[in-house]
């Protein structure tokens, strides 16, 4: 990141000395980001990021589009992860009435101006893929999203997170969420 920050005056790295999650990390990148095009993805070499350079040319292309999102057709981390994932997203469409293919999938690109219907953002830890998206289906109407099929490779380091009490806490987080949170 350095050397980018080094060659291109629009890239700058942050800085977060402690982890404090997931949701911590990228609620304090979009807090500092500027520019027509906002967004994030995770850094655990688990897709191909040229997805991204993809992702841009659909809103260059389609100015009436306002997010860009991906969703995993081929899963390398177990059938536990893919059943998990299923009753997250029947459960947020219960919810929510909003129906996404896969709502924690990343990398997520949206227009910048849209940035502001997001802030404050209360997640520090995963559920924020799932904040964010609730924000977004108050926001984006049918047919100003895009969802891209990404192959999702096997981690290749570090361990995954999702231990069964974290999966409790998303569904509760939704719960919370629809019922208690000022909408």
Known sequence: INKLEEKFYNISHIDIPVNLGYGYGVKTALSK?????????WGDDQFDARIVASMVDVFLKN?????????????????????????????FRILFGYYTRDINSGPKIFRYDLLKNLLPLDSNDWF?????MIKFSKIIKKGELVEIPIEFFPRKFGKSNVKFTACLQFIINLIKYKFFKPQ
Not at 33 to 41: K, L, N, P, Q, T
Not at 72 to 77: A, E, F, L, T
């Open 33 to 41: 980001i500027s520019g027509d095009i906002a967004g994030f993805m």
């Open 128 to 132: 924020l893929d799932a904040e964010i």
């Open 63 to 91: 100015p009436e589009i306002k997010m860009v999102k991906t969703f995993r057709v081929k899963r390398y981390d177990g059938n536990y992860r893919l059943l998990i994932s299923k009753i997250y997203q029947l459960i």
